[in-house]
């Protein structure tokens, strides 16, 4: 890949779990932030005034556009990686920023250098049990699936596996979940009589 652009799917996925807030506020860090995730620096021009949606979008195309380059310069071999890699790797880098990307996990910056895709999976993982912020965990788990190129999509409903047992003509219903940090389907049996 010679020049990466985000794809008009992984914005709008930034923006869902950044969601459009029209004031100034502090997020789970500390930060002073608005529209969809656009942090306050000493050079911002906006003040302390409401935001339309549109200028929270404006805002963000100009964020997005400035942290590409960085991005790319904190990603070895980023050349190496899919389209889908480097939207789930862009995703992690503007949610966390570029300190947290480079500094805080040795072993994803590891992974990145080696090509080890299954190191960079597992170190996904910025915030992933955080207590405060449990939406981390399902923001890393799609991040995660992306990079595997998984086609899952968080916002469809979990269907639930039914089986039929003949011998007492009953319904199991097994809700399936994803154990952390692994990615297998188990789940609690209910029994319901046939009706």
Known sequence: MEKYTPSESILEKIREYEKFVNHWYKDGNGFWT????????????VDNRK???QQALDLFNNDVNSR????????????????SELDAL??????????????????????????????????????????????????RDFERNLFKGSTIKLETPIRFNKIILPQDNTIVYIP????????KFGG????????
Request: proline letters at 5%.
């Open 51 to 53: 935001i339309s949606e």
């Open 90 to 139: 862009f995703d992690l880098f503007y949610n966390i920023g570029e300190h947290a990307y480079k500094n805080k996990s040795p072993k994803l910056q590891l992974g990145l250098k080696t090509m080890d895709k299954q190191m960079i999976i597992d170190n996904m993982d910025h915030g992933y049990n955080d207590t405060k912020n449990p939406g981390l965990r399902k923001r």
């Open 34 to 45: 608005l529209g969809y995730g656009h942090k306050k620096t000493l050079n911002d021009t």
């Open 68 to 83: 590409v380059v960085t991005f790319l310069n904190a990603t070895p071999n980023w050349q190496k990686f899919n389209q």
């Open 188 to 195: 609690i049996i209910t029994k319901r009589r046939f009706q």
């Open 176 to 183: 399936p979940r994803i154990a952390p940090k692994f990615n």
